[in-house]
């Protein structure tokens, strides 16, 4: 019976304890339950509140972008992202899709003036150029507006602008580029500076350098600016703008300053022009079918001393012909670097030459000149010098026919040298004179040699010339090898020099309005124009007007030395 008790007081125990426990841990569930769904509460409020405080910032930032899209703009919001496709051409104006017109239209922008943008890249979600704030300023750059002729959703960059907003060699899949309407202040300064040596030996560059920011609208700084000078180019970055950043350069004097590059001395595979100073040798080395250039000037005392015939100068290159051999080309400015096709004065003697530069020279004056050594053979060591030498050639060769004069009563000539000499030993000298010399049979030679130096001398079979046998190659190779001109016709040297000085479309002539260097072209369409000499880029350049100095009206710039004449009695 007490044992009957005792298993039920402790079930009634087990099941009361059990009870008790499931109680427990129902209360601890609904307590966590309470919790987790506080928490999940408050994620809920805290998700909503940043939401809104998102929403918040960005309306926030969209009215500032707005703000200073309307200021930038001046009361003008235009904002496209397209598509950048690359295009050939000149300058930096883009070309945009007709949709753009209708836009810009609606907002008044073709009232205000030419039409300025702000280009700049956008990358996609996950590039790791967007961590870089850097990167984005260096993506962007300004330009005007060319035409609205391009694809719908693209935008048509010259390589101006296609280079300044992409690094060199970036190749990108369907790049977006940020069309943003701007409006820019008129520059007044700018500092630029080359990449290079050899730009400020240009023939009045800073004409070059106007000349070709006709083309451009805009400048931007930290871009990249090209200059072509014939077939030379000439980067320079600019570095420095007034009074913006950013600045238009249309109708519009600027102020250019123009630094020395910083990697001048690095740059050896590029054309420098190395000055020399009379009196003073220059010493180097050229390999086969490359250039050296150096320049010297005649001042206007040192043109008066050569114009007078007093003086001369003498340029002579000494040659080690042991390892190779080389050859001289000299021009005058505007042609910097001379070349075997396009020079003034040249000399292809073997080993050392000479050219002696004077009065009789027509082409010779006050200016500056370049020189060219030019790498014929090997690699060879040379010696350059530039001296002003005196000229007593006059003097001498009055001495001269004096002496004969006085000797003409009492001389005989010669049967075999045609020398004249005194009768009394003119038998003796003409037996020795027949056993020892030679005179050449060639037509129009006539010169003496020794009897072992006249297996030596030949005649060009082409132009009849006199040299050593062992200059006959180089003359064939140099003055008979046909060459091509970039126009097509075929010529030896000498023609080809002269064809391609005075005759050939594609010649390179300085404009006597831009100073620019271009091509001659055929002949200009108007009639005056062609009565003036002007080519045919000079007819189409000087037809740009200026204001005259001495009244201010408008005239052509062809014009405008008839234009002082008919109405200032100037000139």
Not at 142 to 152: I, R
């Amino acid at each position: 019976m007490d044992f009957e008790l005792r298993r039920a007081r402790e079930k009634i125990e087990k099941e009361q304890k059990e009870r008790k426990e499931k109680a427990r841990l129902k209360l601890q569930k609904e307590k966590k339950a309470k919790e987790e769904a506080r928490i999940q509460r408050e994620a809920i409020e805290a998700a909503q509140r940043s939401r809104r405080i998102d929403a918040a910032e960005a309306q926030l930032k969209a009215d500032q972008q707005m703000q200073e899209n309307l200021i930038v703009g001046r009361g003008i919001v235009f904002y496209r992202l397209l598509e950048a496709v690359p295009y050939q051409g000149s300058g930096d104006k883009i070309k945009l899709p007709p949709s753009c017109f209708t836009d810009l239209s609606d907002h008044g922008a073709l009232d205000k003036g030419p039409m300025y943008f702000q280009l700049s890249l956008t990358h996609k979600e996950g590039s790791s150029s967007t961590q870089d704030t850097d990167k984005e300023k260096m993506g962007t750059t300004h330009s005007g507006v060319l035409e609205f002729t391009a694809d719908e959703g693209s935008v048509g960059l010259p390589p101006h602008v296609w280079n300044n907003l992409f690094s060199e060699g970036c190749i990108m899949e369907s790049p977006l580029i940020e069309v943003r309407y701007v409006w820019l202040p008129k520059g007044t300064y700018a500092k630029l500076q080359p990449e290079r040596g050899g730009f400020s030996d240009l023939p009045n560059h800073k004409a070059i350098l106007e000349t070709s920011l006709r083309q451009h609208a805009t400048l931007s700084q930290g871009d990249i600016f090209t200059v072509n000078y014939g077939k030379l180019e000439h980067k320079l970055r600019v570095l420095e703008l007034k009074p913006s950043s950013s600045v238009s350069v249309l109708e519009t004097d600027i102020e250019v300053d123009i630094v020395d590059p910083i990697d001048f001395s690095e740059q050896t595979d590029q054309h420098v022009l190395i000055p020399t100073v009379f009196g003073t040798s220059q010493t180097g080395t050229v390999d086969e079918g490359k250039f050296v250039y150096y320049k010297f000037s005649i001042d206007n005392g040192t043109w008066e001393r050569i114009s007078s015939g007093s003086s001369i100068i003498e340029v002579k290159l000494e040659s080690e012909t042991n390892e190779g051999d080389t050859d001289l080309f000299i021009s005058r400015h505007p042609l910097i670097f001379p070349t075997r096709h396009q020079h003034e004065w040249s000399s292809h003697d073997i080993g050392s030459k000479t050219l002696i530069l004077s009065s009789k020279d027509k082409n010779l004056g006050s200016g500056t000149y370049s020189i060219g050594v030019n790498g014929f053979k090997g690699l060879t060591k040379y010696k350059l010098s530039v001296l002003i030498q005196d000229n007593f050639n006059q003097k001498l060769g009055q001495q001269a026919s004096s002496s004969m004069s006085s000797m003409g009563l009492d001389t005989e000539q010669c049967r075999n040298c045609k020398h004249y000499i005194p009768s009394r030993t003119i038998a003796l000298h003409e037996a020795y004179c027949s056993r020892h010399n030679v005179t050449c049979q060639h037509e129009g030679c006539g010169v003496v040699l020794r009897i072992e130096e006249s297996k030596n001398h030949i005649h060009c079979g082409r132009c009849g010339q006199a040299f050593q046998q062992a200059e006959l190659e180089k003359h064939m190779k140099v003055f008979h090898e046909p060459l091509q001109c970039p126009c097509g016709i075929v010529l030896e040297k000498e023609k080809m020099v002269e064809h391609q000085a005075s005759v050939c479309p594609l010649r390179l002539i300085s404009c006597r309005f831009c100073g620019d260097m271009v091509p001659a072209g055929s002949s200009a369409m108007d009639v005056r124009d062609r009565l003036r000499g002007l080519s045919e880029h000079e007819s189409v350049c000087g037809s740009r007007t200026a204001p005259c100095d001495s009244c201010g009206r408008s005239v052509m710039l062809k014009e405008m030395d008839i234009h002082q004449i008919a109405v200032h009695q100037k000139g």
